[in-house]
């Protein structure tokens, strides 16, 4: 078996799509995993989840550039490089969890942009 077969980074389902391709260090996020984690239905489109969860770890990359340096700098290639300890494990929840919740965030300000601002009612 080679190396690259067994690389978790490069180990991709057939047929699946991911939110971010950009950076090996993070984690990959499958946008129908994202999906069933964040509880949306069809009224959210495929290419409206994958450009959401795309900003989306554009924004989480920025959040954790440091820890991404500093770990870099200290031999690991991946984040999961760590996630046999405790300190690891904790960066890769809370990578996530930002990726979630920037996930909402960039849904919440495209459905704002399709259906307007909600309209102030005047008594």
Request: proline share 6%; aromatic share 6%; hydrophobic share 35%.
């Amino acid at each position: 078996m080679n190396a690259e077969a067994s690389d978790p980074a490069t180990c991709l389902r057939p047929g699946a799509r991911y939110a971010d391709d950009h950076d090996p260090f993070w984690p990959r996020t499958e946008l129908h995993a994202l999906r069933g984690q964040l509880g949306l239905d069809e009224s959210v489109t495929d290419a409206q989840l994958q450009l959401a969860a795309r900003s989306a770890a554009i924004t989480a990359a920025r959040e954790f550039a440091q820890w991404r340096r500093v770990l870099r700098d200290r031999g690991f290639k991946r984040l999961e490089d760590i996630a046999a300890h405790a300190p690891g494990r904790v960066l890769s929840r809370c990578y996530r969890e930002c990726l979630k919740r920037a996930t909402r965030c960039a849904l919440a300000h495209t459905s704002c942009a399709q259906t307007g601002p909600p309209e102030v009612v005047h008594d």
